[in-house]
């Protein structure tokens, strides 16, 4: 499971982001390098699914609900959840699996170069020093494994759903075993495409196979799923402040 990306939203980091910088030197490090390059790309994505939302709030209120749901279920509980909620509304494989992986490139894109400011001390963002310090020990924990398979092992690391792995977390430590920019990205878009792929035609088999029998138990599996994500979160904060 992804750790971060169902914690805070994309537009809580861009407000840290500016209150923590001047303007000048923010706008010199968004407009320019690699890095600044991709949070462009972040901010591209985000005004284009806002506006593909707007528009069809205009023909199909219902369709607009249950995309935006969608794309709040992915950032606050994680990819399955959000997955199995866009086939229990019977939304179609397109739409359920391509709002999820926009949703976490959005994801990947903002925060991996809002991590990289931070390393260099350009931008101090308090609500992810933590995170970005979790992810530094992970890369610690295991360097030999990431120097020794590189960007294969890259590739594994972001598509296997464990704990403390994906998008996010993969494109932070590919940064700290020193792979480029770009190459970094190439790899999580595909991982991350292929996994949530994977997941959205294996939870459809089974949303279809229940919603043969009862619409009711689909929606019990799901808030099931849900409680136990939540309560699973809670207890991992409560224990990472006791340590």
Known sequence: MILFQNEIFFFLM??????????????NI????KEGNIFIFSLFL?????????????????LANKITSLVVSNLFVGRVPSLSLGYASQLPHI??????????IILVTSLYPLFIFSL????KIKPLEDFFFQVQEKK????DKFEKYGKIGLFVFVF????????????????????????IMAIVFISTTIAITLWGFFLNE???FLLAFDTRYVWIILLLIVVTTLILKIKNKLYKREK
């Open 46 to 62: 985000t005004t284009l699914l806002i506006i593909s939302i707007l528009i069809t709030y205009f023909y199909d209120t219902k």
């Open 206 to 208: 089974i949303i279809e």
């Open 14 to 27: 861009i407000k840290y982001a500016f209150k923590r910088g001047k303007m000048r030197k923010i706008n």
């Open 95 to 104: 739409t359920v699996i391509g709002v999820n992986i926009v949703t976490e």
């Open 160 to 183: 296997i759903p464990f704990w403390m792995t994906g998008p996010i977390v993969g494109a932070i430590i590919g940064y700290l075993i020193g792979l480029k920019h770009y190459t």
């Open 120 to 123: 260099k001390g350009i931008l």
């Open 140 to 143: 610690k924990q295991h360097q």
């Open 30 to 33: 968004i407009f320019k390098g």
